[in-house]
């Protein structure tokens, strides 16, 4: 899972490309857009990370246009489960939607992640 092609065209929101790959599989959405004033996609990752001594279920994150939505769990042994999905265009006829399930470790490589996401989506553009 890869973020990519960071820019805004206002201080309400932030836009990006997703990409996922995975073996047999390739896909990239060029534009999805995150309000700021929603809980955004670090503050769900940071959230993650404090509760490195697990949960209970599934929680899960997405975009106003559910065209990316992140869900996790939390296995025994202290590993959670990151499943990215792109959905482009939900609603349209033919589209499309791709998925892949990253394994981090609750405690570090979690707040790691949450803090490259944080750098990635808060970077200033020139």
Known sequence: MTFCDQFSFDADSVHFGVALRA???????????????????????EELAADY?????????????????????????????LTWALRPWPHAAGGWSASVTTWLEAGEQMASLAADVRKCLTREQP
């Open 23 to 45: 073996p047999g599989l390739t896909a990239r959405v060029n534009e999805v857009v995150a309000w700021i004033w929603d809980s955004d996609l670090t503050t769900f990752l």
């Open 53 to 81: 001594r697990g949960w209970e279920g599934e929680r899960s994150w997405q975009t106003n246009d559910r065209d990316l939505t992140v869900s996790d769990v939390f296995r025994s042994g202290g590993y959670v489960g």
